[in-house]
Antibody, heavy 124, light 107 residues
Framework: QVQLQESGPGHVKPSETLSLTCTVS??????????WGWIRQPPGKGLEWIGT???????YYNPSLKNRVTLYIDTSKNQFSLKVSSVTAADTAVYYC????????????????WGQGTLVLVSA | DIQMTQSPSSLSASVGDRVTINCHAS??????LNWYQQKPGKAPSLLIY???NLKTGVPSRFSGSGSGTDFTLTISSLQPEDIATYYC?????????FGGGTKVQIK
């Protein structure tokens, strides 16, 4: 059974770069059948898709984050990572990593399973 | 971007009641619609994919229907463990977008 676990700093200062890693266990990240994605949820609010990566290198990003986001995948460690640059208080959220299935148009999917999430607070 | 609008934003019902949650897409998304359940303090969990396909292990009291722009999640007999916020999500087009959520409480 595949499990995902987010890790990274819980606090980032404004204008700095937020970096998180998702470790996948119980399955290989090198499967052609799956995407690996990030979704965030500001406190008390709804869900926002950040981006998705495939182990072959394809990446898909939410334009709302205006080129501040980069996704990486490390198949040797069975991990994928997220970087968000120039953060502001608006980037304060619980960040979830999740697995998507390659089923439809490029980059599109449902997400299952999800990691437990990690809260990142952006403040001085 | 495709906007997903859920209604109501919250509801209160009694145990055993039939509960219906609506999700409207700003354009035709065919059958590319999923539903998630998020219990308090937990990560979201996939309930239904492709409009009406229950994820393995999800109780049969949950069902999904709809097509095009209007979709419905139904809980046929509300149980105490169903207390959660429910989100719809479209995957017809990038960016992937979610509805604002419907919080379900017990009366």
């Amino acid at each position: 059974q595949v499990q995902l676990q987010e890790s990274g700093p819980g606090h980032v200062k404004p204008s700095e770069t937020l970096s998180l890693t998702c470790t996948v266990s119980g399955g290989s990240i090198k499967s052609p059948d799956y995407y690996w994605g990030w979704i965030r949820q500001p406190p008390g609010k709804g869900l926002e898709w950040i981006g998705t990566v495939h182990y072959r290198g394809s990446t898909y990003y939410n334009p709302s984050l205006k080129n501040r986001v980069t996704l990486y995948i490390d198949t040797s460690k069975n991990q994928f990572s997220l970087k968000v640059s120039s953060v502001t208080a608006a980037d304060t959220a619980v960040y979830y990593c999740a697995r998507g299935e390659v089923v439809a148009a490029a980059g599109t999917s449902w997400f299952d399973p999800w990691g437990q999430g990690t809260l990142v607070l952006v403040s001085a | 971007d495709i906007q997903m609008t859920q209604s109501p934003s919250s509801l209160s019902a009694s145990v055993g009641d039939r509960v219906t949650i609506n999700c409207h897409a700003s354009q035709d998304i065919s059958n590319y619609l999923n539903w998630y359940q998020q219990k308090p303090g937990k990560a979201p969990s996939l309930l239904i994919y492709d409009i009406s396909n229950l994820k393995t292990g999800v109780p049969s009291r949950f069902s999904g229907s709809g097509s095009g722009t209007d979709f419905t999640l139904t809980i046929s007999s509300l149980q105490p463990e169903d207390i959660a916020t429910y989100y719809c999500q479209q995957f017809d087009n990038l960016p992937l977008t979610f509805g604002g959520g419907t919080k379900v409480q017990i009366k």
